[in-house]
């Protein structure tokens, strides 16, 4: 039987005739772009998220681009991030003229190792951006003390849900980017994010830039874009919300399932399993464990048409378009190795225990073998 990594219909069809009707109602409006649906999902989000503002934006990248630029990053700036994350996170510094400095980090969270963070703020460092990879918040006490005065922009794309010691991701630093890509913790139809923050004059600003910096009709005090999520994708949005927290639930089940089952298997220390961390509030947005011979064992996993998948196989201080900050291989050996040993393994929601049972069965059966 095969076990997809994600299979979004499981999520859609109980859903189908309620989708069908927020996409009716904005069809029957025809307004598409912000407006009533957008500013009621924006309250629904900040409700459900624990923050004071929500602002919808076109997606996860510009969610931290347009946070970037309202902080006034660009050329000269330093701004400090993790080496292993998505491509995302360092693309927007690099396309603001700024410069992204990249720290290695923890072997445990996969999170941004706040002692180097610490080494790496300077004068010219305008902003930090801590990313919540595989769902669980980074150690944000830490990341917090060691940015200082340096504003901290949290990636919150894999983490919807998490908190840190209670405090919900995108509440702690000065502001949180959030993604809608489908399949994130909440996904819409198509691409979509969203900026939080608790200060009230960075919420006014955000919600100028995603209309080209525009404060009054056709006046531009800053430079701004087409950052506007659709009226569609909020619709969309508004039908899932009041699910996730259930979904993360399932989640972490899936997760505990997992522990279980490999926990009965004997793989002699072959396959290591994440850590939710006490006080990080895993949402497992990716289940990812450390395996050796990792690549034969995700070719092993796809000719049974089991879902795995590596994120990610190369840090960004090792991309080629990064080649001009100097760095080489060894630069940030934690990084570095994990790309060489992570592997995700199914953990949608609406995944069964049956398959899980399968995924572990063919792991065992390929360290047997
Ligand atoms: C998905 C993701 C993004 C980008 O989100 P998009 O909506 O795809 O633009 C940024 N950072 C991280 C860590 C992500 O996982």
Redesign the pocket.
Known sequence: MPVPLLDLTRQYEPLREEFRQAIDRVCESQRFILGTEVEIFEREAAQALGVEHAVGVT??????LEALMALGVGAGDEVVMPTF??F??AGVVARLGARPVFVDIDPIDYCMDPKQLAERIGARTRAVIP?H?FGQAADMDAIMEAAGEVPVVE?C??AWGADCGGRPVGSIGVMG?F???PS?NLGCFG???LITTADEDLDGSLRELRVHGQSGPYEHPAVGGNFRLDALQAAVLRVKLPHVKSWINDRRANADHYRRLFGHADLEGAVQLPKALPGRGHTFNQYVVRAARRDELREFLLERSIGAAVYYPLPLHLQSCFADLGHSEGDFPVAEQASREVLALPVFPELDASEQEEVVAAIVEFFAG
């Open positions: 997606s996860g990248t510009d969610a931290l994350t998505f995302a996170t990313v990879l990636d794309a894999q980017a993604s809608f890509f994130k691409d979509g994010g």
